[in-house]
T-cell receptor, first 118, second 115 residues
Framework: AQKITQTQPGMFVQEKEAVTLDCTYD???????LFWYKQPSSGEMIFLIY??????QNATEGRYSLNFQKARKSANLVISASQLGDSAMYFC???????????????FGKGTHLIIQP | EAGVAQSPRYKIIEKRQSVAFWCNPI?????LYWYQQILGQGPKLLIQ????????DSQLPKDRFSAERLKGVDSTLKIQPAKLEDSAVYLC?????????????FGPGTRLTVL
């Protein structure tokens, strides 16, 4: 079974609109972390936002927010007021456990290609 | 603060040849990761180092891939011999390694083409 599922291979959005990128995850761990990364055409993975499984509030970072619904195992990324520079691949990732120095590599989804249209 | 550095940025080799990639993590970051990203997919973890010790190499194809982290700082990833299916971007990432909530910061990657 896929640990991270991103069901939207591609999305077209008008500039200045809000956009929601879907992510569902599968884990039996009680402690885990969810991440979103942006990958422009240059190839570098840029960290956007983090949500811990025990965090009670949804994470926010500027125009990015994470809609965390633990019971549904979903961690959707919301980008408010989209800009042309937001066009990129977006990856949802999960770290299982709370290792603090142990094995904590990320498991990534297949990504969503977001294109912002003027 | 300087980010994660990787070299070379691009490499083209023939199958059965060997190749090596280099990574310099963010200063002070104890944990270093190598990921493989095949076109159209998300990155997949190959190996994780904590200082100069291996923490997780369960997904590293050990018959052809090897990695080391010298003195707990720089790291090299080697493929010998390369196969066509090794064509991918190889991403290096680092984190402080002190807490389970650490963010991993990625380098620009090395794009490998095996002909």
């Amino acid at each position: 079974a896929q640990k991270i599922t991103q069901t939207q291979p591609g999305m077209f959005v008008q500039e200045k609109e809000a956009v929601t990128l879907d992510c569902t995850y599968d884990t039996s761990d009680q402690s885990y972390g969810l991440f979103w990364y942006k990958q422009p055409s240059s190839g570098e993975m840029i960290f956007l936002i983090y949500q811990g499984s025990y965090d009670e509030q949804n994470a926010t970072e500027g125009r990015y927010s994470l809609n965390f619904q633990k019971a549904r195992k979903s961690a959707n990324l919301v980008i408010s007021a989209s800009q042309l520079g937001d066009s990129a691949m977006y990856f949802c990732a999960m770290r299982e456990g709370y290792s603090g120095g142990g094995a904590d590599g990320l498991t990534f989804g297949k990504g969503t290609h977001l294109i912002i249209q003027p | 603060e300087a980010g994660v550095a990787q070299s070379p940025r691009y490499k083209i080799i023939e199958k059965r040849q060997s190749v090596a990639f280099w990574c310099n993590p963010i200063s002070g970051h104890a944990t270093l990761y190598w990921y493989q990203q095949i076109l159209g997919q998300g990155p997949k973890l190959l190996i994780q180092f904590q200082n100069n010790g291996v923490v997780d190499d369960s997904q590293l194809p050990k018959d052809r891939f090897s990695a080391e982290r010298l003195k707990g700082v720089d790291s090299t990833l080697k493929i010998q011999p390369a196969k066509l299916e090794d064509s991918a971007v190889y991403l290096c990432a680092s984190s402080l390694g002190a807490l389970g909530t650490d963010t991993q910061y990625f380098g620009p990657g090395t794009r490998l083409t095996v002909l």
